[in-house]
């Protein structure tokens, strides 16, 4: 194996850590969270990791990056979590997912213009493929579909999609885990007036649920969109967003582990078509090497 293939494995590993730790956030939402207050677990899952960060670190955004800090945060944090909640309320729990699990073409549809990153045709092929494999491995009766959970399900694979781009397109003159705490506090502080107007007063916090929200907050959301981030800033967008359909691969099998979910051959089968496409989806073209020097070649330079 070469160096580069080598660095290659290496940031799909780190990469990967984001969709893994994502898909533990269900049972732990399920289990441990105050129920039905999707805001106020998504304003506590950004917010204080923020302002943590932004405290250890002590470096605030210059420039321009004061509204592309803004942008990023409302694009991937702000906006997103309510997006996805309401998505998870309107819809059942598998076409919701299956929605999201078609992120990957909207990534690579927005870095063609964005990035110049025209699509592999593998890439494009894998991202069909985990598409129907998370709808395989998840999905479920269509019975109550409503528009609004439509709207938030398309939504949040637009603003999340956008985000992904924007932060491989603006390259960022700091560190990546000071990136994150930008993002974080400003979509958080979007989040704020906003869980307060819907939801009220926050809910009472007992030792399960502060255990459930360092869980997300930490490992969900710090370490998860550092490595996000990562592979962002090293790999080509649709590369990495492939890498995000572990994310429902690893709920379902959180919930066939810990909550008796079913799990049978179609789902097996699910399973096995989205890791396919995201080990396709890291295809690389090998570049062809020069051509070799003609006789001619050699005695004129």
């Not at 302002?51 to 944090?77: E, M, Y």
């Not at 493929?129 to 938030?152: E, K, N, Q, Y």
């Not at 007036?193 to 459930?212: N, Q, S, T």
Request: proline letters at 9%; hydrophobic letters at 55%.
């Amino acid at each position: 194996m070469s160096s580069v293939e080598e660095k290659l494995g290496r940031t799909v590993a780190i990469t990967a850590v984001a969709p893994l730790a994502w898909g533990t956030t269900y049972l732990v939402t399920e289990q441990l969270l105050p129920p039905d207050r999707p805001l106020f677990a998504a304003l506590m899952r950004a917010l204080p990791a923020g302002l943590l960060l932004l405290v250890v670190l002590r470096r605030l955004p210059t420039g321009d990056w004061w509204w592309r800090a803004a942008v990023l945060g409302g694009c991937n944090i702000g906006l997103f979590f309510p997006l996805v909640f309401l998505a998870a309320y309107e819809l059942p729990g598998g076409l919701a997912a299956t929605i999201q699990a078609a992120s990957p073409l909207a990534v690579m549809a927005l870095a063609w213009p964005m990035l110049r990153e025209r699509p592999a045709a593998v890439r494009v092929v894998a991202a069909l493929a985990g598409l129907a494999g998370v709808s395989l491995l998840v999905l479920r009766s269509p019975d109550g579909v409503t528009p609004l959970g439509l709207a938030g399900a398309f939504g949040s694979v637009a603003v999340s999609a956008l985000g992904f781009v924007l932060v491989k397109r603006w390259e960022a003159p700091v560190p990546m885990l000071t990136l994150v705490s930008w993002q974080l506090v400003a979509g958080g502080l979007l989040l704020l007036p906003v869980a307060l107007l819907v939801e009220g007063a926050p809910p009472a916090i007992d030792l399960p649920a502060a255990g459930g929200f360092l869980w997300i907050g930490v490992a969900g959301t710090i370490l998860a969109y550092t490595c996000w981030f990562h592979g962002l800033t090293h790999m080509p967008a649709g590369a990495v967003s492939l890498v995000g359909l572990l994310n429902p691969v690893t709920g379902t099998a959180l919930g066939v582990a810990f909550a008796a979910e079913a799990f049978g051959p179609v789902q097996a089968l699910g399973m096995a078509v989205v890791l396919g496409s995201v080990v396709a989806g890291q295809y690389r073209r090998r570049p062809r090497p020069a051509p070799a020097a003609t006789p001619r070649e050699l005695t004129t330079v």
